[in-house]
C-alpha cells in the first residue's frame, strides 16, 4: 500500500505543520471549510487533535509525500469516527480510498476492543460518500438538515460504518431500511 500515517504530536514538533496545513487549505464539505490561526490554536490547546478521545495522523504516500490530515474521534467509545482532509493538490486522485483503507486497517489491527469504525459527511459530498461505499463502509443513516453550512442552510448529513467481521471479510453485512410497515 502507497498510503501510511504517521502519528503527529500536535502540542510539540508537529504544531506548526499542523496550523500551517488546516490554515493552508480550504475544506469545503467541512463545517469550518476556512480554519483560521486562532481556531486551529484554539483546538490544539483544548485537546481536539491529541486526548484520551482523539488521536491525530498526517497522511503519507509512499511518492507524493504528505497528502493530507487524518483524525480518529471517539476514541473512548467502542466505535470510533474520523476525520480526513486531503490537501487540495491531491483532491480527486483517489488518494481517499487508500486512506480511509489505511485508517480502517489501522483501527481494527491497533484497537481489538473496536467492533465498528465510523465517518459522517454531507450530503453533497458525493466523492466522499463514493469512496466510503468503495472501502466497505455501509450508509446507516441520514440526518435531514443534520449539517450546518456557512452562509446557508443545513444539509443533510449521512452516516457510513464498517463492522470489525466486514473488515475481516470483505463482507458488507446489510439491513432493511424500512422495518416497520
Known sequence: MSISLRRLD???????????????????????????????EA?????????????????????????????????????????????????GRGLAVETVRAATDH????????????????????AMRRTFLRCGFLKEAHYREGWPVEDGEPVASVAYGILRRDWETGTVTPFVWEDLT
Do not use: C, K
Not at 502540542?11 to 469545503?28: H, K, S, V, Y
Not at 483501527?107 to 476492543?113: G, K, L
Open 10 to 40: 500536535p502540542t510539540g514538533a508537529d504544531r506548526d505543520d499542523l496550523i500551517a496545513f488546516m490554515t493552508g487549505n480550504e475544506f469545503p464539505f467541512h463545517v469550518v471549510p476556512r480554519p483560521t490561526r486562532a481556531q486551529v
Open 43 to 91: 483546538w490544539i490547546e483544548a485537546g481536539a487533535y491529541r486526548d484520551e478521545d482523539n488521536d491525530s495522523f498526517w497522511v503519507e504516500h509512499d511518492d507524493l509525500g504528505r497528502i493530507g490530515f487524518l483524525r480518529l474521534e471517539d476514541l473512548s467509545d467502542d466505535a470510533p469516527l474520523f476525520d480526513l482532509r486531503l490537501a487540495q493538490d491531491f483532491r
Open 107 to 126: 483501527v481494527f489491527r491497533t484497537m481489538p476492543e473496536v467492533n465498528r469504525f465510523e465517518g459522517q459527511t454531507r450530503e453533497d459530498n458525493v
